[in-house]
């Protein structure tokens, strides 16, 4: 009995370490503001980490593309990327920024394609897509624009012009079609982001583990509605929204993302 205790309390102890909630992985195109009185320079981070909990980071490989949608026109930024060391509550790891003028009025769609990255613990690939919309002088142009991506969130409501209490609707595509009940999980950036770390204060604190990444399904047109509940950037992310693909001979998650910033009505 005692040898077979000896055997099996590794077991348990591997078994515990496993069972906790595994919190959502989301790709970051991060700035401080989404709408611009007028044009300026923003900093854009480039950060593939867990936003809710300022969680373990991702190391990031040089991306596929990385570009900008301005009035219809399409803009490599690749030259621009520059590596950082980003560094969250747990570790650092290595991200990407960017520096880029905003010049003249309308809406900027920034977006990434990320090399995939192999997550061992699932024995899976993830991509993520994603995008995020920043708007200068109020004037809309580009915002609900489809920008041909493989997969990727339109929105339906100005991702840059929400009140906290506002709704967030969009629609899930991949190659320009609707995703039909795709799942979406949902996560705040709970912690500020300062250089190229995040803030150790936290903004809220989650009652129970399901508060961490909510998760919400699209309909059978590939639409889906949130109800945005405080102030911030929030991250939505259609996994699996690629179907059914394989990289390197593994099962690839290629997932849609957007980012969406709330404003508190004073």
């Known amino acids: 009995m005692k040898k077979t205790g000896l055997i099996l309390l590794p077991l348990l102890v591997a078994m515990l370490a496993f069972s906790g909630p595994a919190f959502a992985h989301f790709q970051l195109i991060h700035t401080e503001e989404s709408a611009l009185a007028k ?48 560094e969250s509550l747990t570790n650092e790891g290595k991200a990407y920024e960017a520096f880029y003028k905003l010049r003249g009025m309308g809406d900027y769609l920034f977006y990434v394609v990320p090399e995939p990255y192999y997550e061992g613990s699932e024995d899976v690939y993830i991509q993520q897509i994603t995008k995020v919309i920043l708007n200068v002088a109020g004037a809309p142009t580009d915002w609900d624009a489809e920008i041909g991506l493989p997969v990727e969130i339109i929105p339906l409501d100005k991702p840059y012009g929400l ?78 929204a690629g179907g059914d693909l394989t990289h390197e001979g593994k099962e690839l998650s290629q997932d849609a993302v957007i980012w969406v910033q709330a404003k508190e009505m004073k």
């Open 39 to 86: 044009g300026e320079e923003v900093n854009l981070k480039l950060v593939f980490t867990h936003p809710f909990e300022a969680g373990h980071t991702m190391d990031m490989e040089t991306p596929l593309e990385f570009g900008v949608v301005h009035k219809e026109k399409k803009k490599d930024l690749m030259g621009k990327l520059t590596p950082i060391m980003f």
């Open 163 to 240: 009140w906290a209490g506002n709704v967030f609707r969009g629609i899930v595509k991949r190659k320009g079609k609707p995703v039909p009940y795709c799942e979406i999980e949902v996560e705040y950036l709970n912690h500020d982001i300062v250089g190229n770390k995040f803030s150790k204060k936290e903004k809220v604190k989650a009652p129970q583990d399901a508060f961490v990444t909510l998760t919400i399904k699209a309909n059978k047109d590939g639409e889906f509605t949130f109800g945005i509940p405080r102030a911030g950037w929030w991250g939505f992310a259609a996994l699996g």
